[in-house]
């Protein structure tokens, strides 16, 4: 009987995990979607929207809202089902972060097994100057009840604003022997996010500087996995409270202190 528990468990987890959107019924595909074209609205632009879903392999294609959006430019709100769906068992999940822990526990846990204050600097990088997410994280008030990095009695905490270069970031680093660098991107139009993350981490190992910090990624696209593939330890989106970004910190910088 174990055996074909054991048969039954592995081809369970061989079997795909498929997902459609969500409308009216389960699995029914139906998907809203918006966009602008570069023509003024009428009877022929919201033909012209219709086709161009349908072209797009979207079934049941209905325009339900159309409507000029300036001289020359429509908008355009479109009602359609996919026959598409998603394999949840081939996306890996996301890199377990530990144990979320309250401020005093992080405090306690850091004086125990790191034994000093840590360092942690954060800006937005590049020409983003979206302040809110950073602050929301660094701020001694913190954000949803949950206090900053900077009330932490074990947290030296630099909040350098926005608009910093990778060069100036890196700089910083050194010059103040920082431990973290939080960076957090919100504008992504044409994926300058992707482009400033990068950018850092090449300047980072081109002076041989990033094995030497926890590199923290955030902003409301990030996701783990994403910061892991553009050489982050990790990354943090939308939601995020500070307690949960501490607890990584001191949980890592406790492992990197018992590596040494």
């Given amino acids: ?103 005093e526990e992080i405090d306690a846990y850091i004086r125990e097994h790191v034994g000093r204050k840590i360092k942690i600097a954060g800006a937005c990088i590049g020409t983003d100057a979206h302040t809110v997410g950073i602050d929301a994280i660094l701020n001694m008030k913190g954000y949803k009840g949950d206090y900053g990095l900077e009330r932490y009695a074990m947290f030296e905490v630099f909040n350098l604003g926005s608009q910093v270069s990778s060069e100036s970031l890196m700089r910083f680093a050194k010059e103040h022997e920082i431990d973290v660098l939080l960076v957090s991107q919100v504008v992504t139009q044409k994926q300058s996010d992707v482009k400033n993350f990068t950018e850092l981490v090449e300047i980072l190992e081109a002076e041989h500087t990033r094995d030497h910090v926890l590199l923290i990624a955030g902003g409301p696209r990030v996701t783990n996995m994403l910061a892991a593939e553009l050489g982050y330890d990790a990354g943090f989106g939308r939601g995020t409270l500070p307690s949960e970004v501490a607890s990584y910190i001191a949980t890592k910088m406790a492992e990197r202190n018992a590596l040494r």
């Fill in 1 to 103: 009987m174990l055996r074909v528990r054991r048969a039954s468990s592995r081809i369970a987890a061989l079997m795909p995990e498929l997902v459609r959107p969500y409308g009216d019924t389960r699995d029914d595909g139906k998907v809203q979607l918006s966009f602008t074209l570069p023509i003024e609205w009428s009877e022929r632009a919201d033909e012209a929207a219709r086709r161009l879903v349908a072209s797009m392999g979207f079934r049941d294609v209905q325009v339900a809202e159309g409507r000029r959006a300036a001289s020359g430019f429509s908008f355009f709100v479109v009602y359609a089902s996919t026959p598409q769906a998603v394999d949840l068992a081939t996306i890996p999940p996301p890199a377990m972060r530990g144990p979320k822990m309250e401020m």
